[in-house]
């Protein structure tokens, strides 16, 4: 059983501050790694990639990977109260599981103005 | 271009009673899944598809089917529903797995409660 562990949160940070996300995984042979954004009462919706160990920034969001210490997260900067949402990491892998995605529990972000 | 569409949006079910789940999706992706979310939980897969004809099980796949005709299509069966299938159900689809895999694109969700 592949796990994704996440702060459990919740997390609460003012506006303008920066929000770290972190997340952990058991499998080393995972490959790509994903941080989708759930509002309370949608579905989930991808804001960050990547594959390559090191910083990826999109924007406000910087995802970092480090595949020795099976570690990825996700930070946010300059917090907005739109930010406030549950975060939630996951692990595709390329093993005999092909194209199945592993998710953590998710970490609820809250930005108060 | 309408992406992943999940009915009916919300369902309730009597214990005992069986129900099917619709999901569609309209941009060619191989890849289908369906997954439950409970309170406070992240995102249990319950089946998936790499193709039409191919289904496999996820984590959580007990009192379940599904089946996968069309590319389009993946349909979740639920049999004798019961309580502890109360949930939030997500069909997702991606257009395969490259190098390093691509990233789901999810449907709006279904609640669903068993009373």
């Known amino acids: 059983q592949k796990e994704v562990e996440q702060n459990s949160g919740p997390l609460s940070v003012p506006e303008g501050a920066i929000a770290s996300l972190n997340c952990t995984y058991s499998?080393?042979?995972?490959?790509?790694f994903f941080w989708y954004r759930q509002y309370s009462g949608k579905s989930p919706e991808l804001i960050m990639f990547?594959?390559?160990?090191g910083d990826k920034e999109d924007g406000r969001f910087t995802a970092q990977l480090n595949k020795a210490s099976q570690y990825v997260s996700l930070l946010i900067r300059d917090s907005q109260p739109s930010d406030s949402a549950t975060y939630l990491c996951?692990?595709?892998?390329?093993?005999?599981?092909?194209?199945?995605?592993?998710f953590g529990r998710g970490t609820q972000l809250t930005v108060w103005p | 271009n309408a992406g992943v569409t999940q009915t009916p949006k919300f369902r309730i079910l009597k214990i005992g009673q069986s129900m099917t789940l619709q999901c569609t999706q309209d941009?060619?992706?191989?890849?289908m899944y369906w997954y439950r979310q409970d309170p406070g939980m992240g995102l249990k897969l319950i089946y998936y598809?790499?193709?039409?004809?191919?289904?496999d099980k996820g984590e959580v796949p007990n009192g379940y089917n599904v089946s996968r005709s069309t590319t389009e299509d993946f349909p979740l069966r639920l049999e004798l529903a019961a309580p502890s299938q109360t949930s939030v159900y997500f069909c997702?689809?991606?257009?395969?797995?490259?190098?390093?895999?691509?990233?789901?694109?999810f449907g709006q969700g279904t609640r669903l409660t068993v009373v």
């Open positions: 598809s790499v193709g039409a004809g191919i289904t």
């Open positions: 499998d080393r042979g995972s490959q790509s």
């Open positions: 997702a689809s991606s257009p395969g797995t490259g190098d390093f895999g691509t990233e789901a694109f």
């Open positions: 996951a692990v595709n892998d390329r093993g005999s599981t092909l194209g199945r995605l592993y």
């Open positions: 990547i594959y390559s160990n």
């Open positions: 941009m060619n992706h191989n890849y």
